[in-house]
């Protein structure tokens, strides 16, 4: 669920308070932060001083040329 809100968000950076009001239902705070440090541990997230960045790219092509790099020697 909380996945979902960070994916669809407008802009590129949110708040908690943001995300606990695009929430459909009421999320008690403390498991709303074990949920992003998961998010943030796992690398699909970023936190930073301005509030929160969706940072997961599913993308195979990408996660390929990541893996393999560009230069061929």
Known sequence: ??????????GSVISIAEI????????NHNTLMVILRYLEES????????GITWIHNSNI???R?????????
Do not use: C, T, W, Y
């Open 61 to 63: 092509n990408l996660r």
């Open 43 to 50: 690398n699909k997230i970023l936190v930073s001083l301005d």
């Open 20 to 27: 606990k009001r695009k929430l459909p239902r009421q999320v």
């Open 1 to 10: 669920m909380v996945e979902n809100v960070m994916k669809k968000m407008n």
């Open 65 to 73: 040329a990541i893996k393999i790099g560009f230069e061929n020697k």
